[in-house]
């Protein structure tokens, strides 16, 4: 059976698309192993998949002046080394790559190797570590159709965001007996990515009353981000992280309050539900979430309220906008042509394999 590696890690939305290709490339007959960092969330993610996993050592790159900047080469280095050898020992046909500082030293090994690499953006502009790994690719998939003007074009390939399926098949039933949600009030489901957000929280919980009163709402709040003084609060639920019921929730869900990180507002596109984007700040990040976030909103799909701009008022104001104009979004979404994404990510996976 022919191996494929795949790498990606950092945060949950470098891992989520390794995810979304697994059943096709499994279909395809692709025997898979991944690597990642030893402590990152990648690792947590695919224990439960059962995919064999290997670590590496990481060293981030940063854009500004921190002491770590002098000793994380050397642990690059090193994560070079170690997935040089990694790699001579799986012998994979092919690498694909998610993004994160993780992948840098994968890609890198796999080019020393001379194993065809194929990478995906997710961002409108790609981020400092798939730059660092783009001239090591053979191809880089995107997920919008403006990222390729900052692309080899013989590379580019505009493949959107791959979707995780299971998200699109998830019991609306079943997510509200999971929260104990009734039907006589529309949903909100607010989230703030893979750690939380403590803006979005602390802006969500200042006007609970006030939404409590049209609205069910359940909180992904990020690690260590509990209010144990709302439990039992009715028509609230709150949880650090959910996995296996997230796709029920999704599909009981009448509008979503999130970051604007490329993985979840594709998911949300796909899903068709309108939504309220608050993405980090240019102080928080290097403004990929901004971008993303004014995209959608050009073409209609989402609501935008910059964090700059996030008080209580603002966020109740923008919540009923969104929710009065639902019709519109959802209009807006039914026309975007976005989609099969992963089978063409797999299907240029194969074809750099076959080379």
């Known amino acids: 059976m022919k191996k494929l590696v795949l790498t990606g890690g950092g945060s949950a939305g470098h891992v989520t698309g390794n995810l979304a290709l697994l059943s096709t490339l499994k279909q395809a007959g692709w025997e898979i ?27 981030k790159l940063r854009r500004y002046f921190d002491l770590k900047n002098f000793k994380d080469p050397f642990r690059v280095l090193q994560g070079t080394f170690q997935a040089f050898r990694l790699l001579r020992k799986i012998k994979p046909k092919a690498v694909f790559s998610k993004g994160g500082f993780v992948a840098v030293p994968v890609v890198i090994a796999a080019w ?48 959107g965001s791959p979707i995780r399926s299971e998200i699109l098949r998830g019991s609306a039933e079943a997510g509200r007996a999971f929260c104990g949600f009734t039907t006589d009030k529309p949903i909100i489901l607010a989230m703030g990515g893979s750690l939380g957000s403590v803006a979005i929280n602390n802006a969500l919980r200042q006007n ?35 996995s296996h019921e997230l796709p029920d929730l999704f599909a009981m869900t009448d509008l979503f309050i999130s970051r604007a990180g490329s993985n979840a507002i594709f998911e949300f596109l796909a899903l068709k539900k309108p939504n309220l984007l608050i993405p980090l700040t240019r102080a928080q990040s290097r403004g990929d979430q901004i971008l993303n976030a004014r995209s959608f909103e050009k073409q209609g799909y ?23 104009n639902r019709e519109r979004y959802i209009a807006a979404m039914e026309q975007s042509t976005s989609g099969h994404a992963v089978e063409q990510i797999v299907s240029l996976i194969q074809q750099v394999a076959k080379k």
């Open 302 to 324: 989402s609501h935008v309220l910059f964090e700059e701009d996030l008080t209580s008022a603002s966020l109740l104001a923008a919540v009923r906008e969104t929710h009065d």
């Open 208 to 242: 609970l009353d006030a939404l409590l009163q049209q609205f069910q709402i359940v909180h992904l709040c990020g690690k260590d981000n509990l209010d144990p003084r709302l439990e039992g609060l009715s028509g609230y639920r709150q949880f650090e992280y959910v």
């Open 112 to 159: 020393i190797n001379r194993i065809p690499v194929v990478i995906h953006e997710s961002d409108l502009t790609p981020g400092l570590a798939n730059k660092l790994s783009v001239p090591f690719a053979n191809k880089v998939c995107v997920t919008f159709p403006e990222t390729v003007q900052h692309l080899d074009r013989q590379k580019a390939n505009h493949t």
């Open 33 to 59: 192993e991944y690597i990642g960092s030893k402590d990152g969330i990648e690792s947590t993610i695919i224990a439960e998949t059962g995919l064999p996993y290997h670590s590496i050592a990481v060293g």
